[in-house]
Each structure stands twice: as structure tokens, then as C-alpha cells.
């Protein structure tokens, strides 16, 4: 399953909007802030997908029939671009527990890169469902070397894969490798640099929310 946000008449559009812009780009604290409302948004599609039971609030004048999750789920995400997204996602699943893995491109001298994780903080996500969140999903081996290793260690019940923007090959990538997880993405771009960057795309997600890193 792969929801595109882009294909809806959403306000989530604006944002994907001003995340691409190279003017907006300028000014980081609007570029985290857009990238956290798009996590709410993608926080509230998604929770149309859980399951509720049903439950009793008490008023001031009596009681009201009402619906809670059955179970929270757990939102994880790659240091450190993820952080933005991570916390919108938080702010609309605000009882939530996280999971943090670090991940990163180490980059040989012929120009080709591999990924490592060097760290993995997260909560016990046996009968879990897990919501892993990254700005960008450009070859998808980052996502899913992340989420092998989880699910590696835990016995997750479902996997749900949130990007605000996914290149064609990393989408099929993720597919292929984590065929039970349900894609969400802002938009969805059919190229790559050779240096596997997606174009248009937005940029470097980390750069530009935390500042250049050396």
C-alpha cells in the first residue's frame, strides 16, 4: 500500500511546497516547523488506519460514548533529519513512545557509499506497530537496513514507512525488502544524481533544518 499525500487536496501540499522552496529554505526554523505540520498530517491519515475500541468519558452532564486506540503505536526515526517529522508525528500521537536510529552514507573514494548504523535506542516493540519516519527516501537502503535490524530484534505487528519525499527506486526498493510495510509520502520524484540524490526532491533535510555538518 503506498498513500500519496500529493494526489489529495490537502494543506499538507503548502508545506511540501515551502520544504522544496529555496527562498523559504533560507529561514530553518520555518523549514523544521513545515516539516513538523507535515508529520501531523501524515499523523492523522495514518490514524484513520488503526484500530479503536470503543470506550465511555465522563462529562460535566453524563457520559459520553467515545473511541480510543486499541494500542499506541511507536514512532521511530533516523538521526538526525528525522527529528522535524518525528515531532509532528508526536504532537498528533502524543502518548507514543519513540525509537532512534542512527544512520548514515559512508562514502568511498570511487564515488559509492554503504550505510551504517552506529546507534539504536528504542523501546520493546514485540506486538507493536511501528511508524518509522525520514524526510527522504532516495535509495531506500537506509530505511530499510533500519528496519531489518528492528524487526531483527522484535517481533513487530505491523509496519508503517513515512517519507515527505520518495524517489520511484526507493520506493521499489522498500517494496521489495519490507513487502508488509505501508508506504506514506508527501511526493514522489522519478529521479536520481549519480550521487543518489532525489531530484527535484528538496535538498539535504539535515543541512537545512540543523545547519551544514562537516
Same mark, same amino acid.
Given at each position: ?46 490514524? %484513520? @488506519? /488503526?484500530?479503536?475500541? *470503543?470506550?465511555?468519558?465522563? !462529562?460535566? +452532564? ?7 486506540? $486499541? ?56 506486538? %507493536? @506497530? /511501528?511508524?518509522?519516519? *525520514?524526510?527522504?527516501?532516495? !535509495?531506500? +537502503? ?7 535490524? $528492528? ?64
Amino acid at each position: 500500500m503506498i498513500f500519496d499525500l500529493s494526489k489529495t487536496n490537502s494543506i499538507a501540499n503548502i508545506f511540501i511546497a515551502e520544504l522544496r522552496d529555496i527562498h523559504v529554505q533560507k529561514d530553518a526554523m520555518r523549514f523544521r516547523k513545515n516539516m513538523e505540520r507535515l508529520g501531523e498530517c501524515f499523523a492523522y491519515e495514518l490514524s %484513520k @488506519t /488503526l484500530k479503536y475500541k *470503543d470506550t465511555e468519558t465522563q !462529562t460535566q +452532564l453524563g457520559i459520553a460514548q467515545t473511541k480510543e486506540l $486499541l494500542s499506541q503505536p511507536v514512532i521511530g526515526t533516523i538521526l538526525r533529519a528525522g527529528l522535524p517529522l518525528h515531532a509532528g508525528m508526536l504532537n498528533v500521537f502524543d502518548r507514543a513512545e519513540s525509537a532512534f536510529v542512527t544512520a548514515f552514507r559512508k562514502a568511498h573514494s570511487s564515488g559509492s557509499f554503504v550505510i551504517e548504523m552506529e546507534y539504536i535506542s528504542s523501546p520493546d516493540l514485540s506486538g %507493536k @506497530t /511501528l511508524i518509522m519516519t *525520514d524526510p527522504m527516501l532516495a !535509495t531506500g +537502503l537506509s530505511m530499510v537496513l533500519c528496519c531489518k535490524e $528492528l524487526m531483527g530484534r522484535y517481533k513487530i505487528r505491523e509496519l508503517h514507512v513515512v517519507c515527505a519525499i520518495a524517489s520511484t527506486v526507493g520506493i521499489r526498493y522498500v517494496q521489495a525488502n519490507l513487502p508488509h510495510a505501508k508506504l506514506w509520502v508527501g511526493a514522489i520524484d522519478e529521479e536520481m544524481t549519480s550521487k543518489s540524490y532525489i531530484v527535484p526532491g528538496l535538498g539535504d533535510a539535515g543541512d537545512l533544518s540543523y545547519g551544514v555538518k562537516l
